[in-house]
Nanobody, 125 residues
Framework: QVQLVESGGGLVQAGGSLRLSCAAS????????MGWFRQAPGKEREFVAGISRSGGNAYYADSVKGRFIISRDNAKNTVYLQINSLKTEDTAVYYCAARSPRLGSWYSLSGYDYWGQGTQVTVSS
């Protein structure tokens, strides 16, 4: 089992920035690819960003490319999501997720084995 705990969400004005963190415990963190998803009210959970086990490869949804940066620190068992130039449409609960080494899409929920409880990001206009 892998336990994931997100933090760093909050209320921020449009144009601002936030850094989300996700602390992992339970198993060797560097064995897992990591991802961030988000779910806005009334909408399905959607992929935001993913990062490979070593951090050498990153993947982004088209809607966030150039504004969001995913990174990880394997020594701290933590993955981060830097969110810049926030828009009101970024308002959502943000979840981190872990995936065992596997083939399959980084972009779908089914590609991940473990999930955190989420952290709320609210962007005001």
């Amino acid at each position: 089992q892998v336990q994931l705990v997100e933090s760093g969400g909050g209320l921020v004005q449009a144009g601002g920035s936030l850094r989300l963190s996700c602390a992992a415990s339970g198993r060797t963190f560097s064995n897992y690819g990591m991802g961030w998803f988000r779910q806005a009210p009334g909408k399905e959970r959607e992929f935001v960003a993913g990062i490979s086990r070593s951090g050498g490869n990153a993947y982004y949804a088209d809607s966030v490319k150039g504004r969001f940066i995913i990174s990880r620190d394997n020594a701290k068992n933590t993955v981060y999501l830097q969110i810049n130039s926030l828009k009101t449409e970024d308002t959502a609960v943000y979840y981190c997720a872990a995936r065992s080494p596997r083939l399959g899409s980084w972009y779908s929920l089914s590609g991940y084995d473990y999930w955190g409880q989420g952290t709320q990001v609210t962007v005001s206009s």
